[in-house]
């Protein structure tokens, strides 16, 4: 943080804001900012206003201003609401927010929720944690914070984030239907407190009575389980296609037809019919909330 000589005002420098850096491999961010930062440089201009005297309006230093409006760094949202008014863009600029928003998500994800937000069905199996789509951001960020090699906060907040927003597929109309199977362990397990496992055994038991939900647990006690061969993700689109992909099929990477596809189709299917019924599996979520 720097303070301006002339106003007094503290403003923002680079380490201020770590992690909003532009990733350079990714293409499409990259020309997103860039265009961002074109438009604010363009604006700030035609009103005759100089980068330093921008910076003070927005509460910037000099040099950020500088690196946003060169495509270097990916301006906050609340950056862009500040600079619209400063700038009389009239929510031009403003309006840039949710494409920037997705450029903060990894480019992974990105790739991932374009796919989910297109899928009529969903066939989900996760043997290590909750999955995802079904975690609260608390429990989220607690697993994220266990990683090692360690995040660094803002990597963390910036997965969090992009987690949150695959959750939108809760919402669409029509809704997709959505089948999940989680593994017992991974609800008795109090990863970040018990306070959090509260929280998110809770959430299950709403996602759960979502009527395009089917939720069901893997007890541990069974004898037979299709599943140790690792996760299952397959997707199904309104054309009759589909996507799956899993660790073990194909080196974990997307497979859209043929024996790779079936297998993973089979393998889910024996996983659900061996894993509790969801009636079954809402009772012993509540059992767990209730121990907890």
Request: no cysteine.
């Amino acid at each position: 943080m720097s303070v301006d000589g002339e106003t007094g005002v503290r403003l923002k420098n680079e380490a201020d804001e770590p992690g909003w850096e532009v990733d350079p491999d990714d293409d499409w961010g990259v020309a997103v900012i860039t265009t961002v930062g074109r438009q604010l440089k363009l604006r700030r201009e035609a009103v005759g206003m100089r980068a330093a005297d921008f910076g003070v309006a927005v509460g910037y230093g000099e040099d950020l201003v500088y690196k946003i409006e060169g495509g270097k760094r990916i301006p906050r949202p609340e950056f862009l609401d500040k600079a619209d008014e400063v700038l009389g863009a009239g929510g031009l600029l403003s309006a840039m927010k949710e494409d920037v928003a997705k450029v903060r998500y990894p480019k992974k994800v990105r790739e991932l929720a374009k796919l989910e937000a297109q899928a009529v069905e969903f066939q989900l199996y996760d043997p290590l944690n909750i999955h995802g789509l079904l975690q609260t951001p608390e429990y989220a960020r607690g697993l994220l914070l266990m990683r090692r090699p360690a995040y660094s906060p803002d990597e963390v907040e910036r997965m969090v984030a992009g987690r949150m927003a695959r959750k939108s597929v809760f919402e669409r109309d029509p809704v997709p239907e959505l089948s999940f199977v989680l593994e017992e362990w991974t609800l008795r397990r109090p990863l970040g407190g018990r306070t959090l496992l509260r929280a998110q055994l809770g959430h299950l038991l709403e996602v759960a009575h979502r009527r395009n939900v089917e939720l069901q647990v893997m007890p541990m006690d069974r004898e037979e389980h299709a599943g140790v061969d690792g996760g299952i993700e397959v997707l199904k689109f309104a054309n009759g296609s589909a996507v799956g992909r899993s660790p073990v099929v194909a080196n974990g990477r997307p497979v859209t037809e043929g024996k790779p596809l079936h297998i993973l189709e089979l393998r889910y299917g024996i996983i659900r019919a061996q894993a509790l019924t969801p009636r079954e599996s809402t009772a012993l979520i509540e059992r767990l909330l209730g121990e907890t």
